[in-house]
Protein backbone atom coordinates (compact mmCIF):
# COMPACT_ATOMS: atom_id res chain seq x y z
CA UNK A 1 0.00 0.00 0.00
CA UNK A 2 1.81 2.76 -1.26
CA UNK A 3 -0.52 5.17 0.23
CA UNK A 4 0.89 4.68 3.85
CA UNK A 5 3.84 6.93 4.97
CA UNK A 6 6.91 6.91 7.06
CA UNK A 7 4.86 8.82 10.13
CA UNK A 8 1.98 6.42 10.30
CA UNK A 9 4.87 3.34 9.85
CA UNK A 10 6.23 5.19 12.97
CA UNK A 11 2.97 5.71 15.28
CA UNK A 12 2.22 2.17 14.47
CA UNK A 13 5.59 0.67 15.60
CA UNK A 14 4.91 2.77 18.95
CA UNK A 15 1.25 1.83 19.29
CA UNK A 16 2.36 -2.27 18.64
CA UNK A 17 4.45 -1.96 22.08
CA UNK A 18 1.05 -0.76 23.90
CA UNK A 19 -1.92 -2.11 22.42
CA UNK A 20 -2.58 -5.48 20.47
CA UNK A 21 -2.12 -4.96 16.49
CA UNK A 22 -1.42 -0.92 17.42
CA UNK A 23 -5.52 -0.55 17.59
CA UNK A 24 -8.72 -0.22 19.17
CA UNK A 25 -10.44 -2.44 17.24
CA UNK A 26 -9.40 -5.04 14.86
CA UNK A 27 -11.71 -3.52 11.87
CA UNK A 28 -8.56 -0.94 11.94
CA UNK A 29 -5.52 -2.80 11.38
CA UNK A 30 -4.68 -3.50 7.73
CA UNK A 31 -1.97 -4.97 8.35
CA UNK A 32 1.70 -4.16 9.61
CA UNK A 33 3.50 -1.07 7.92
CA UNK A 34 -0.35 -1.58 5.89
CA UNK A 35 -1.93 0.67 8.28
CA UNK A 36 -3.20 4.16 8.10
CA UNK A 37 -2.93 6.43 11.23
CA UNK A 38 -5.49 9.74 11.34
CA UNK A 39 -4.14 13.66 12.09
CA UNK A 40 -7.72 15.12 11.73
CA UNK A 41 -10.54 15.43 9.48
CA UNK A 42 -13.16 18.10 8.60
CA UNK A 43 -16.56 17.73 6.94
CA UNK A 44 -15.90 15.06 4.01
CA UNK A 45 -11.91 15.04 4.25
CA UNK A 46 -9.54 13.29 6.97
CA UNK A 47 -5.72 13.65 6.80
CA UNK A 48 -3.42 11.12 7.85
CA UNK A 49 -0.21 11.74 10.01
CA UNK A 50 1.64 12.48 6.93
CA UNK A 51 -0.52 15.33 5.81
CA UNK A 52 -2.14 13.34 2.73
CA UNK A 53 -5.89 14.40 2.51
CA UNK A 54 -8.53 12.13 1.39
CA UNK A 55 -12.20 12.30 0.46
CA UNK A 56 -13.50 9.94 2.96
CA UNK A 57 -16.61 7.72 2.21
CA UNK A 58 -15.53 5.66 5.69
CA UNK A 59 -17.13 8.20 7.74
CA UNK A 60 -16.13 6.29 11.02
CA UNK A 61 -17.81 3.30 9.28
CA UNK A 62 -21.04 5.64 9.49
CA UNK A 63 -21.60 8.08 11.85
CA UNK A 64 -20.41 11.10 10.23
CA UNK A 65 -24.08 11.90 8.80
CA UNK A 66 -23.53 16.00 8.61
CA UNK A 67 -19.53 16.29 8.06
CA UNK A 68 -16.73 15.73 10.15
CA UNK A 69 -16.27 18.49 13.22
CA UNK A 70 -19.62 19.74 11.91
CA UNK A 71 -19.68 23.40 13.63
CA UNK A 72 -22.83 23.74 14.55
CA UNK A 73 -22.94 20.39 16.89
CA UNK A 74 -19.66 21.08 17.95
CA UNK A 75 -20.73 24.51 19.31
CA UNK A 76 -23.88 22.83 20.93
CA UNK A 77 -21.50 20.42 22.59
CA UNK A 78 -18.92 23.08 23.98
CA UNK A 79 -21.69 24.90 25.01
CA UNK A 80 -23.57 22.16 26.81
CA UNK A 81 -20.29 20.67 28.59
CA UNK A 82 -19.52 24.00 30.13
CA UNK A 83 -22.26 23.45 32.59
CA UNK A 84 -20.84 19.90 33.50
CA UNK A 85 -20.52 17.10 31.17
CA UNK A 86 -22.08 13.97 33.44
CA UNK A 87 -24.25 13.66 36.54
CA UNK A 88 -25.74 10.80 38.24
CA UNK A 89 -28.90 12.98 37.35
CA UNK A 90 -31.42 13.27 34.70
CA UNK A 91 -31.36 16.84 33.02
CA UNK A 92 -33.98 18.52 30.35
CA UNK A 93 -31.52 18.28 27.54
CA UNK A 94 -31.86 14.40 28.01
CA UNK A 95 -35.61 13.99 28.62
CA UNK A 96 -35.81 16.81 25.07
CA UNK A 97 -33.62 14.27 23.02
CA UNK A 98 -35.93 11.38 23.94
CA UNK A 99 -39.08 13.63 22.53
CA UNK A 100 -37.40 13.95 19.62
CA UNK A 101 -35.81 10.26 18.71
CA UNK A 102 -39.95 9.01 19.78
CA UNK A 103 -40.94 12.11 17.13
CA UNK A 104 -38.44 10.84 14.25
CA UNK A 105 -39.01 6.99 14.82
CA UNK A 106 -42.22 5.96 13.78
CA UNK A 107 -41.93 2.69 15.81
CA UNK A 108 -40.59 4.55 18.61
CA UNK A 109 -42.99 5.44 21.67
CA UNK A 110 -40.06 5.10 24.66
CA UNK A 111 -36.45 4.86 24.63
CA UNK A 112 -33.38 5.12 26.80
CA UNK A 113 -29.99 5.83 25.89
CA UNK A 114 -26.80 3.79 25.73
CA UNK A 115 -23.23 4.33 24.47
CA UNK A 116 -22.46 2.55 21.57
CA UNK A 117 -24.57 0.27 19.09
CA UNK A 118 -23.06 -3.21 20.97
CA UNK A 119 -24.93 -1.49 24.22
CA UNK A 120 -28.39 -0.87 22.44
CA UNK A 121 -28.78 -4.10 20.80
CA UNK A 122 -27.81 -6.09 24.41
CA UNK A 123 -30.65 -4.49 25.80
CA UNK A 124 -32.88 -4.64 23.39
CA UNK A 125 -32.63 -8.30 23.35
CA UNK A 126 -32.56 -8.39 27.10
CA UNK A 127 -35.80 -6.83 27.44
CA UNK A 128 -36.96 -9.15 24.68
CA UNK A 129 -36.49 -11.86 26.35
CA UNK A 130 -37.93 -10.56 29.93
CA UNK A 131 -40.71 -9.33 27.97
CA UNK A 132 -41.17 -12.48 26.73
CA UNK A 133 -40.29 -15.04 29.11
CA UNK A 134 -38.14 -16.65 26.09
CA UNK A 135 -34.33 -17.51 25.64
CA UNK A 136 -34.01 -17.81 22.03
CA UNK A 137 -33.10 -15.25 19.64
CA UNK A 138 -32.71 -15.79 15.67
CA UNK A 139 -30.27 -13.29 13.50
CA UNK A 140 -29.44 -13.95 10.01
CA UNK A 141 -25.87 -14.49 8.56
CA UNK A 142 -23.70 -11.27 7.60
CA UNK A 143 -25.61 -9.09 9.95
CA UNK A 144 -23.30 -7.79 12.84
CA UNK A 145 -24.97 -6.22 15.79
CA UNK A 146 -21.96 -5.81 18.09
CA UNK A 147 -19.52 -7.23 19.86
CA UNK A 148 -21.02 -9.04 23.13
CA UNK A 149 -21.19 -12.83 22.98
CA UNK A 150 -25.22 -12.89 22.24
CA UNK A 151 -25.48 -12.35 19.06
CA UNK A 152 -21.55 -12.40 17.93
CA UNK A 153 -22.55 -15.15 15.53
CA UNK A 154 -22.19 -15.79 11.75
CA UNK A 155 -20.93 -12.45 11.05
CA UNK A 156 -17.66 -12.71 9.14
CA UNK A 157 -17.06 -16.53 9.05
CA UNK A 158 -16.04 -17.65 6.17
CA UNK A 159 -19.69 -18.68 4.33
CA UNK A 160 -18.20 -22.46 4.17
CA UNK A 161 -18.12 -23.35 7.48
CA UNK A 162 -22.19 -21.83 7.65
CA UNK A 163 -23.42 -25.64 6.35
CA UNK A 164 -26.57 -25.57 4.78
CA UNK A 165 -28.94 -23.77 3.82
CA UNK A 166 -31.46 -26.36 5.18
CA UNK A 167 -29.68 -26.46 8.36
CA UNK A 168 -27.27 -23.83 8.83
CA UNK A 169 -24.63 -24.08 11.52
CA UNK A 170 -24.33 -21.00 13.77
CA UNK A 171 -20.76 -20.04 13.51
CA UNK A 172 -19.20 -17.80 17.23
CA UNK A 173 -17.36 -14.66 15.69
CA UNK A 174 -14.17 -15.27 18.01
CA UNK A 175 -12.84 -17.20 20.73
CA UNK A 176 -13.83 -16.78 24.01
CA UNK A 177 -17.47 -17.32 23.25
CA UNK A 178 -18.86 -19.66 26.04
CA UNK A 179 -20.15 -22.55 23.12
CA UNK A 180 -23.04 -22.33 25.24
CA UNK A 181 -24.23 -19.12 23.88
CA UNK A 182 -24.81 -20.94 20.84
CA UNK A 183 -27.48 -22.95 22.43
CA UNK A 184 -29.69 -19.99 22.34
CA UNK A 185 -29.06 -18.61 18.46
CA UNK A 186 -30.72 -19.57 15.40
CA UNK A 187 -28.97 -18.05 12.33
CA UNK A 188 -30.59 -18.07 9.15
CA UNK A 189 -29.48 -16.53 5.15
CA UNK A 190 -30.97 -13.19 5.11
CA UNK A 191 -34.15 -13.16 2.68
CA UNK A 192 -34.46 -16.81 2.90
CA UNK A 193 -38.43 -16.64 3.17
CA UNK A 194 -39.08 -20.41 3.33
CA UNK A 195 -36.14 -21.32 5.96
CA UNK A 196 -37.45 -18.17 7.99
CA UNK A 197 -41.31 -19.46 8.24
CA UNK A 198 -39.86 -23.19 8.67
CA UNK A 199 -37.94 -21.99 11.67
CA UNK A 200 -40.60 -19.87 13.26
CA UNK A 201 -43.10 -22.84 12.78
CA UNK A 202 -40.74 -25.13 14.32
CA UNK A 203 -39.47 -23.35 17.01
CA UNK A 204 -41.52 -19.73 16.89
CA UNK A 205 -42.81 -20.15 20.37
CA UNK A 206 -39.55 -20.45 21.79
CA UNK A 207 -38.26 -17.13 20.26
CA UNK A 208 -37.66 -14.45 22.11
CA UNK A 209 -36.69 -11.85 19.47
CA UNK A 210 -35.97 -11.78 15.97
CA UNK A 211 -33.58 -9.09 15.11
CA UNK A 212 -32.24 -8.25 11.66
CA UNK A 213 -30.55 -5.06 10.32
CA UNK A 214 -32.89 -3.62 7.35
CA UNK A 215 -30.32 -3.53 4.87
CA UNK A 216 -27.01 -5.50 5.59
CA UNK A 217 -25.45 -2.78 6.22
CA UNK A 218 -22.43 -4.88 7.40
CA UNK A 219 -22.27 -7.18 4.27
CA UNK A 220 -22.28 -5.29 0.97
CA UNK A 221 -25.64 -3.41 1.64
CA UNK A 222 -27.57 -6.15 0.78
CA UNK A 223 -31.12 -5.23 0.33
CA UNK A 224 -33.97 -6.68 1.93
CA UNK A 225 -36.41 -8.64 -1.13
CA UNK A 226 -39.39 -7.12 -1.20
CA UNK A 227 -42.08 -8.58 1.48
CA UNK A 228 -39.08 -9.86 3.51
CA UNK A 229 -39.12 -7.82 6.05
CA UNK A 230 -43.11 -8.09 6.05
CA UNK A 231 -42.99 -11.16 6.46
CA UNK A 232 -40.30 -11.30 9.20
CA UNK A 233 -43.47 -8.80 11.12
CA UNK A 234 -45.85 -11.40 10.06
CA UNK A 235 -44.15 -14.07 11.59
CA UNK A 236 -42.90 -12.44 14.99
CA UNK A 237 -46.15 -11.17 15.26
CA UNK A 238 -47.98 -14.61 14.58
CA UNK A 239 -45.63 -16.70 17.52
CA UNK A 240 -45.74 -13.56 19.99
CA UNK A 241 -41.66 -13.03 19.46
CA UNK A 242 -40.10 -9.58 19.69
CA UNK A 243 -39.06 -7.88 16.24
CA UNK A 244 -35.51 -5.87 16.76
CA UNK A 245 -34.49 -3.88 13.78
CA UNK A 246 -31.03 -3.05 14.15
CA UNK A 247 -30.91 0.49 12.92
CA UNK A 248 -27.93 1.68 14.30
CA UNK A 249 -26.26 2.33 10.53
CA UNK A 250 -29.42 2.88 8.59
CA UNK A 251 -31.43 5.19 11.66
CA UNK A 252 -31.27 8.84 11.18
CA UNK A 253 -29.56 8.10 7.41
CA UNK A 254 -32.19 6.27 5.25
CA UNK A 255 -33.93 8.87 6.19
CA UNK A 256 -35.10 10.97 9.35
CA UNK A 257 -36.90 8.12 10.77
CA UNK A 258 -34.75 5.27 9.48
CA UNK A 259 -35.23 2.75 8.07
CA UNK A 260 -38.70 2.15 9.42
CA UNK A 261 -39.72 4.87 7.19
CA UNK A 262 -37.33 4.15 4.31
CA UNK A 263 -38.80 0.74 4.02
CA UNK A 264 -42.63 1.55 5.97
CA UNK A 265 -41.99 -1.52 8.51
CA UNK A 266 -42.81 -1.03 12.47
CA UNK A 267 -40.66 -3.37 14.39
CA UNK A 268 -41.68 -3.68 18.09
CA UNK A 269 -38.21 -2.30 19.22
CA UNK A 270 -35.52 -0.36 17.55
CA UNK A 271 -31.85 -0.01 17.93
CA UNK A 272 -30.00 3.28 17.11
CA UNK A 273 -26.29 4.49 17.60
CA UNK A 274 -24.21 6.11 14.41
CA UNK A 275 -25.44 9.31 12.55
CA UNK A 276 -27.45 10.02 14.76
CA UNK A 277 -25.11 11.68 16.99
CA UNK A 278 -22.72 12.82 14.13
CA UNK A 279 -19.23 11.48 15.73
CA UNK A 280 -20.18 11.53 19.28
CA UNK A 281 -20.70 8.04 21.67
CA UNK A 282 -24.25 8.14 21.72
CA UNK A 283 -26.65 5.76 21.17
CA UNK A 284 -30.51 4.69 21.92
CA UNK A 285 -33.08 1.69 22.12
CA UNK A 286 -36.61 2.31 21.99
CA UNK A 287 -40.07 0.75 20.58
CA UNK A 288 -43.52 0.07 21.83
CA UNK A 289 -44.48 1.47 25.31
CA UNK A 290 -45.81 -1.89 26.46
CA UNK A 291 -42.49 -3.55 26.13
CA UNK A 292 -40.15 -0.72 27.03
CA UNK A 293 -42.54 0.06 30.08
CA UNK A 294 -41.14 -3.68 32.13
CA UNK A 295 -37.69 -1.57 32.20
CA UNK A 296 -37.36 -0.75 36.17
CA UNK A 297 -39.84 -3.83 36.95
CA UNK A 298 -37.50 -6.29 37.44
CA UNK A 299 -35.56 -5.36 34.53
CA UNK A 300 -32.14 -4.22 34.32
CA UNK A 301 -30.89 -1.01 32.78
CA UNK A 302 -28.25 1.84 32.84
CA UNK A 303 -24.86 2.79 32.65
CA UNK A 304 -22.79 5.55 33.97
CA UNK A 305 -22.63 6.79 30.80
CA UNK A 306 -25.59 6.77 29.05
CA UNK A 307 -26.42 9.80 29.50
CA UNK A 308 -22.91 11.53 28.55
CA UNK A 309 -23.65 15.22 28.02
CA UNK A 310 -21.54 15.45 24.85
CA UNK A 311 -23.11 12.37 23.17
CA UNK A 312 -26.53 14.02 24.40
CA UNK A 313 -25.66 17.22 22.97
CA UNK A 314 -24.35 15.95 19.92
CA UNK A 315 -27.52 14.25 19.28
CA UNK A 316 -29.99 16.67 20.19
CA UNK A 317 -27.65 19.38 17.75
CA UNK A 318 -27.42 16.48 14.89
CA UNK A 319 -31.53 15.48 14.91
CA UNK A 320 -32.26 18.96 15.26
CA UNK A 321 -30.21 19.74 11.61
CA UNK A 322 -31.73 16.45 10.23
CA UNK A 323 -35.15 18.04 11.00
CA UNK A 324 -34.68 22.15 10.20
CA UNK A 325 -32.09 21.19 6.97
CA UNK A 326 -32.65 18.58 3.58
CA UNK A 327 -29.62 16.72 4.61
CA UNK A 328 -30.95 13.31 3.60
CA UNK A 329 -32.45 14.85 0.50
CA UNK A 330 -28.86 16.47 -0.44
CA UNK A 331 -26.91 13.24 0.43
CA UNK A 332 -29.32 11.00 -1.75
CA UNK A 333 -28.89 13.42 -4.78
CA UNK A 334 -25.40 13.96 -4.55
CA UNK A 335 -25.14 9.78 -3.73
CA UNK A 336 -27.32 9.06 -6.70
CA UNK A 337 -24.74 10.68 -8.78
CA UNK A 338 -22.10 8.74 -7.55
CA UNK A 339 -23.70 5.51 -8.13
CA UNK A 340 -24.84 6.19 -11.40
CA UNK A 341 -21.08 7.38 -12.58
CA UNK A 342 -19.87 4.69 -10.94
CA UNK A 343 -21.94 2.29 -12.61
CA UNK A 344 -21.10 3.60 -16.23
CA UNK A 345 -17.66 3.75 -15.31
CA UNK A 346 -17.77 0.17 -14.53
CA UNK A 347 -19.96 -0.80 -17.53
CA UNK A 348 -17.59 0.82 -20.22
CA UNK A 349 -14.71 -1.04 -19.02
CA UNK A 350 -17.05 -4.39 -19.04
CA UNK A 351 -16.78 -5.22 -15.53
CA UNK A 352 -19.70 -6.98 -13.62
CA UNK A 353 -21.31 -4.60 -10.88
CA UNK A 354 -24.46 -5.28 -8.95
CA UNK A 355 -25.12 -1.97 -6.77
CA UNK A 356 -26.92 -2.28 -3.54
CA UNK A 357 -28.16 -0.19 -0.64
CA UNK A 358 -29.42 3.23 -1.04
CA UNK A 359 -27.33 6.11 -1.79
CA UNK A 360 -26.52 7.60 1.75
CA UNK A 361 -25.30 3.63 2.18
CA UNK A 362 -24.55 1.84 -0.86
CA UNK A 363 -21.97 -0.82 -1.93
CA UNK A 364 -21.72 -3.30 -5.10
CA UNK A 365 -19.99 -6.71 -5.77
CA UNK A 366 -18.21 -7.31 -8.32
CA UNK A 367 -18.59 -10.47 -10.86
CA UNK A 368 -21.48 -11.88 -9.68
CA UNK A 369 -25.38 -11.73 -10.00
CA UNK A 370 -27.15 -9.47 -7.71
CA UNK A 371 -26.95 -11.26 -4.35
CA UNK A 372 -29.86 -11.49 -1.43
CA UNK A 373 -27.60 -12.98 1.36
CA UNK A 374 -23.87 -13.29 2.06
CA UNK A 375 -23.43 -16.65 0.96
CA UNK A 376 -23.89 -15.50 -2.60
CA UNK A 377 -21.86 -12.07 -1.93
CA UNK A 378 -19.50 -14.24 -0.70
CA UNK A 379 -18.96 -15.39 -4.21
CA UNK A 380 -17.88 -11.90 -5.65
CA UNK A 381 -14.77 -10.58 -6.69
CA UNK A 382 -13.85 -9.40 -2.92
CA UNK A 383 -9.62 -8.98 -3.64
CA UNK A 384 -10.01 -7.24 -6.65
CA UNK A 385 -12.64 -4.87 -5.11
CA UNK A 386 -10.24 -4.34 -2.12
CA UNK A 387 -7.02 -3.58 -4.90
CA UNK A 388 -9.46 -0.97 -6.71
CA UNK A 389 -10.30 0.50 -3.33
CA UNK A 390 -6.76 0.98 -2.47
CA UNK A 391 -5.33 2.43 -5.43
CA UNK A 392 -8.69 5.05 -5.14
CA UNK A 393 -6.87 5.88 -1.67
CA UNK A 394 -3.26 6.09 -3.29
CA UNK A 395 -5.43 8.81 -5.10
CA UNK A 396 -6.93 10.26 -2.12
CA UNK A 397 -10.28 8.75 -2.58
CA UNK A 398 -11.30 6.66 0.55
CA UNK A 399 -14.10 4.04 0.57
CA UNK A 400 -13.29 0.77 2.77
CA UNK A 401 -11.21 -1.25 1.06
CA UNK A 402 -13.60 -4.18 3.01
CA UNK A 403 -16.24 -5.11 0.35
CA UNK A 404 -18.29 -5.93 3.31
CA UNK A 405 -18.29 -2.47 4.57
CA UNK A 406 -20.74 0.61 2.41
CA UNK A 407 -19.55 3.79 0.92
CA UNK A 408 -21.66 5.93 3.69
CA UNK A 409 -22.26 9.93 1.96
CA UNK A 410 -22.71 12.78 4.66
CA UNK A 411 -24.07 16.64 3.94
CA UNK A 412 -20.56 17.85 3.29
CA UNK A 413 -19.83 16.13 0.60
CA UNK A 414 -19.91 18.67 -2.45
CA UNK A 415 -20.60 17.91 -6.08
CA UNK A 416 -17.20 18.92 -6.20
CA UNK A 417 -16.04 15.86 -4.45
CA UNK A 418 -18.31 13.93 -6.47
CA UNK A 419 -16.71 14.47 -9.82
CA UNK A 420 -12.98 14.19 -8.46
CA UNK A 421 -14.52 10.67 -6.82
CA UNK A 422 -15.92 9.68 -10.46
CA UNK A 423 -12.14 11.05 -12.16
CA UNK A 424 -10.41 8.80 -10.03
CA UNK A 425 -12.35 6.15 -10.75
CA UNK A 426 -12.57 6.36 -14.57
CA UNK A 427 -8.50 6.14 -14.16
CA UNK A 428 -8.22 3.21 -11.58
CA UNK A 429 -10.70 1.03 -13.14
CA UNK A 430 -8.81 1.50 -16.52
CA UNK A 431 -4.90 0.45 -14.36
CA UNK A 432 -6.13 -2.12 -12.27
CA UNK A 433 -5.98 -5.15 -13.44
CA UNK A 434 -8.95 -7.65 -12.79
C1 LIG B 1 -25.94 -2.82 12.55
C2 LIG B 1 -24.98 -2.63 13.68
N1 LIG B 1 -25.37 -2.91 14.94
C3 LIG B 1 -24.55 -2.74 15.99
C4 LIG B 1 -23.26 -2.27 15.81
C5 LIG B 1 -22.37 -2.06 16.98
O1 LIG B 1 -22.23 -0.70 17.20
P1 LIG B 1 -20.98 -0.11 18.02
O2 LIG B 1 -19.79 -0.30 17.15
O3 LIG B 1 -21.34 1.32 18.25
O4 LIG B 1 -20.90 -0.89 19.28
C6 LIG B 1 -22.82 -1.96 14.52
C7 LIG B 1 -21.47 -1.46 14.30
O5 LIG B 1 -20.98 -1.36 13.20
C8 LIG B 1 -23.70 -2.14 13.43
O6 LIG B 1 -23.34 -1.87 12.18
Known amino acids: MNYVGPNSKALQKRALEVAPLGVNSNFRFWGEEATLYMDKAKGAYLWDVDGRKYIDYRLAFGPIILGHSYDAVDARVIEEIQRGTLAAMTYELEVALMEKIVAMCPAVEMARLACSGTEATMHAIRVARA ?61 DFEGFERVMKSYGEQIAAVITEPCQGNC ?80 AQGGTYTNNKPGVAA ?6 ILEQE ?89 EADIDETLNVFADVVKEVKR
Request: aromatic share 12%.
Open 131 to 191: YTGRDLLLKFEGNYHGFHDHLLWSTYAPTGAYGSRRSPISVAGSSGIPKTMGDKIITLPFN
Open 220 to 299: GALDPLPGFLETVRRLTSEYGSVFILDEVKTGFRFANGGAQEYYNIRPDLATYAKAMGNGYPVAAFGGKKEIMSIIGHGV
Open 326 to 414: PVIETINRRGTRLMTGLKEIFEDSSIPTVFSGPPTMFSFAIGIEKPTCQREWAESEQEYYLRLMDAATERGVMPDHDAREPWFLCYSHS
Open 315 to 320: AYATLS
